[in-house]
């Protein structure tokens, strides 16, 4: 069973993901299973190629306007 799933984030909940993604890989990384471990490390690189403003210098402020706009 390995067909495709497409799931719809806005660019603020999908910066707010990869945000979490790689602090939890920071944090704890071999607290997964190792297919589990594989299936964040995939889904961090897919968000990375579709969010630009990784790269931007004011990355910080876009994620706080991010964690704002989605936690009121």
Same mark, same amino acid.
């Given at each position: 069973?390995?067909? =495709?799933? *497409?799931?719809?984030?806005?660019?603020? #909940?999908? &910066? !707010?993901? $990869?945000? %979490?993604?790689?602090? @939890?890989?920071?944090?704890? =990384?071999?607290?997964? #299973? =190792?297919?589990?471990?594989? !299936? $964040? %490390?995939? &889904?961090?690189?897919? &968000?990375? *190629?579709?969010? =630009?403003?990784?790269?931007? /210098?004011?990355? /910080?402020?876009? &994620?706080?306007? /991010?964690?704002?706009?989605?936690? @009121?």
């Amino acid at each position: 069973m390995d067909d =495709p799933i *497409t799931i719809n984030l806005s660019s603020d #909940h999908a &910066l !707010v993901l $990869l945000e %979490w993604l790689s602090s @939890r890989d920071e944090r704890d =990384p071999s607290s997964a #299973h =190792p297919a589990e471990q594989r !299936v $964040l %490390w995939d &889904l961090e690189a897919q &968000l990375e *190629t579709k969010l =630009p403003m990784l790269f931007d /210098a004011d990355y /910080a402020q876009q &994620l706080d306007r /991010a964690r704002h706009a989605i936690g @009121r």
